[in-house]
């Protein structure tokens, strides 16, 4: 099974920006959208971004849309999330995860999850 490894979190303060890395190892020559979601504490996992294999689609949630962009590297098989303008909600735990094709960006068909990297947004 792929491994995923998120890194790049930390403390920022409101406003700032932070970069997410999600390096995927083991097993990686499978074609697969992925995709970033978080979870703060008491709450359900929430969908952020989705991106196909050849990077020609991408979904982004209302809440993130026009702050955060979803990219990849195939060649380097890592996926990342750069975060700008960032709120306090933003705070939890970020995970990547894989989706079940190539193309399909329904947060639905996401099932394998990275350990998570804790982003807080905080003075």
């Known amino acids: 099974q792929v491994q995923l490894v998120e890194s790049g979190g930390g403390l920022v303060q409101p406003g700032g920006s932070l970069r997410l890395s999600c390096v995927a190892s083991?097993?990686?020559?499978?074609?697969?959208?992925m995709g970033w979601f978080r979870q703060a504490p008491g709450k359900d996992r929430e969908w952020l971004a989705t991106?196909?294999?050849?990077?020609?689609?991408?979904f982004h949630a209302d809440s993130v849309r026009g702050r955060f962009t979803i990219s990849r590297d195939n060649a380097e098989n890592t996926l990342y999330l750069q975060m700008n303008s960032l709120k306090p909600e933003d705070t939890g735990v970020y995970y990547c995860?894989?989706?079940?094709?190539?193309?399909?960006?329904?947060?639905?068909?996401?099932?394998?999850w990275g350990q998570g990297t804790q982003v807080t947004v905080s003075n």
């Open positions: 995860a894989r989706g079940s094709s190539s193309d399909d960006l329904n947060p639905s068909t996401f099932h394998y």
């Open positions: 083991g097993h990686t020559s499978s074609r697969y959208a």
């Open positions: 991106i196909t294999w050849s990077s020609d689609g991408t």
